[in-house]
């Protein structure tokens, strides 16, 4: 069976998920088609990720060819390119963007129905129930393959009802949450004669997280923090909680390893509260880097305000480091405080500083005890080869 991925953005550091859900489909046989609006000038320092981008189609890439798909079409099918022109008006309703972006994913949707059609593909499967879901959806209006999509958040439920999720769902064969908490974000927005529809398919762990020899790092004082530099991940109030630890008289070390737009004030806030000998700032790394700077880590911290669930907890856990967490959106669902690390309200920096410091006074044996269970139970959980089966039955069951 071929398969069309469209992502809006690929390959990308902080999609790497979505790579290891391809490779882990043609290992079971199934030719994928990697599909997406941009990416193909963007930096990327993972060597898996420059290979993929020699295998990605781009959508926006070169102007005339996506002009010449849409005159084609319109020509070929008048009736539906109508029909899709004015779904993609209607899209614009409440939508943050205005109506001639939402005709620009119309035009994509043309040059994708070609690509389609030419490559032999009988699904289009999108990541993120933003612009990617509705190019695949105008594309299935434009009587292009039935489409369906993965849902991560936390970006559909803030504005679900911007982004039309309810619609997109209704029209798509199938749609995949990554947790239980997803699911039931995604019943809030549909009938309940729908809600079958709705499959949870979990992200699965590198392999050279899953393979890698159990150890702890318990003389370790470091403690990791990755993810884009923004507001969502709370990097903020990690360096509000480092600055209390300090003046406590902890000994740590604190690495943010990421990028993004909230390094500049980053890294005044680490000159402010004078932490520039314990706090540092990687830029953007690897997958093989994170993977380095975990193992020398005693834990993975992550105060996140708005997740769906994050990869690099369970790329941590397979690694058996404990991590500290919010108890937000599906992070519960696989980290269970006093088992696996430590839950914290989001937003609370007290309820952080408690536990960092309990990370940090725990002895070998209760840090081995928990990078145990998060070992055993991220990789029971969160096989990437688990995850691709059960969308590979869902793809064959909308052919």
């Not at 700077?293 to 708005?306: D, K, M, N």
């Not at 139970?377 to 869902?394: I, M, W």
């Amino acid at each position: 069976m071929r398969v069309a991925y469209l992502i809006n953005q690929y390959p990308k550091v902080s999609h790497s998920f979505i790579r290891r859900e391809i490779l882990a489909l043609e290992a079971l046989g199934t030719s994928v088609l990697r599909v997406a609006s941009r990416g193909w000038n963007d930096a990327v320092v993972d060597p898996a990720d420059e290979a993929e981008r020699g295998k990605t189609k781009y959508l926006l890439q070169h102007g005339g060819p996506l002009l010449a798909a849409s005159l084609r079409v319109f020509l070929d099918s008048p009736r539906l390119f109508l029909q899709a022109a004015r779904c993609a008006i209607g899209m614009a309703r409440m939508s943050p963007r205005p109506w001639p972006v939402h005709l620009a994913y119309l035009l994509q949707a043309c040059l994708l129905r070609e690509l389609a059609r030419r490559e032999g593909v009988a699904h289009v499967h999108a990541h993120f129930g933003t612009n990617g879901a509705e190019v695949a959806m105008l594309c299935a209006r434009l009587g292009g393959p039935p489409f369906s999509f993965t849902v991560h958040g936390p970006e559909e439920f803030d504005m679900p009802g911007g982004l039309h999720l309810g619609e997109k769902v209704q029209a798509a064969a199938f749609v995949a949450a990554i947790s239980s908490f997803g699911r039931s974000q995604l019943y809030r927005w549909i009938p309940h004669a729908q809600w079958p529809k709705v499959q949870v398919v979990r992200c699965g762990v590198d392999e050279a997280f899953t393979q890698a020899p159990h150890s702890t790092a318990p003389n370790s004082r470091m403690v990791v923090c990755v993810g884009r530099l923004c507001e969502q991940k709370g990097q903020m109030l990690l360096l509000s909680a480092a600055r209390e630890m300090a003046q406590r008289g902890e000994d740590f070390e604190l690495v943010l390893a990421g990028d993004g737009e909230m390094r500049p004030e980053l890294e005044r806030l680490i000159d402010a509260y004078e932490l520039r000998g314990r706090v540092r700032i990687t830029g953007w790394v690897s997958g093989e880097q994170v993977r380095s700077l975990l193992l020398q880590a005693r834990a993975l911290v992550l105060p996140s305000f708005a997740e769906g669930l994050p990869v690099v907890i369970m790329e941590a856990m397979a690694l058996g480091r404990p991590v500290v967490t919010t108890s937000i959106a599906g992070i519960p669902e696989l980290v269970r405080d006093g088992k696996e690390g430590w839950l914290v309200p989001a937003g609370d920096c007290g309820a952080l500083v408690h536990a960092w410091t309990e990370l940090m006074r725990a002895d070998a044996s209760q840090l081995e005890a928990m990078g145990s269970s998060a070992r055993e139970r991220v990789t029971r959980r969160h096989s990437a080869a688990g995850g691709a089966r059960k969308l590979l039955q869902l793809f064959e069951g909308t052919a």
